[in-house]
């Protein structure tokens, strides 16, 4: 990444110097992936449902699209999210943190890292999710995310499984305008 932000180690807030963050608690760190990292992407993206390739993770990293890592005190990948930032809105592409990482609170960090740092930035984020992914959905939901609609057969890889569309809006009023526009999308 061109630019980088340093974090303080209470909050998300964006200092203005270093670009990691650290969260003591919990022993998690935030930065942007490098290419070296990529073997443990696809270690951690392989234990996963829908996978990426070692190729879109390359396409990533050439187009200069942000992947954020979580990595532990001991600086071992645990998860990343792959995210972009388009006129007023920032799309989560893919979050996965590693399977025996989960349910400790990582993925939620993670995506309030984004979410605190970019929103700035954007009137809402937007997101895909399985629809059988309770914990995903829950996470979101948790989070402030509303589902706008059902897109079938989304996934290809995964037989043709449906996803739902959903969106977290920053503004205080819903913009009836915003929300047409992402209707549109539900094709």
């Known amino acids: ?16 110097t270093v670009g990691i963050h650290l969260d003591f608690e919990n022993s998690i760190n935030f930065r942007y992936a490098v290419h070296s990292d990529l073997p443990e992407l696809q270690r951690i993206n392989a234990q996963h449902y829908d996978r990426w390739n070692s190729s879109q993770f390359a396409e990533a990293f050439k187009m200069d699209i942000p992947i954020i890592v979580a990595c532990n005190s001991r600086q071992q990948l645990i998860g990343y999210a792959v995210y972009f930032i388009c006129l007023d809105e920032i799309r989560i592409i893919n979050l996965t943190i590693a399977v025996n990482q989960q349910g400790q609170g990582y993925g939620k960090k993670l995506l309030q890292y984004i979410l605190n740092n970019e929103k700035s930035n954007a009137r809402w984020a937007l997101l895909d999710v399985r629809t059988n992914n309770f914990k995903a959905i829950n996470l979101y939901t948790n989070l402030g995310f509303s589902i706008l609609c059902r897109r079938k057969s989304f996934y290809l890889n995964l037989a043709g499984e449906d996803a739902y569309l959903m969106q977290l809006d920053f503004s205080d009023k819903k913009n009836s305008m915003a929300n047409t526009t992402m209707v549109q999308l539900c094709y």
Do not use: G, V
């Open 1 to 16: 990444m061109s630019t980088s932000k340093n974090y303080s180690f209470n909050s998300i807030q964006p200092l203005n």
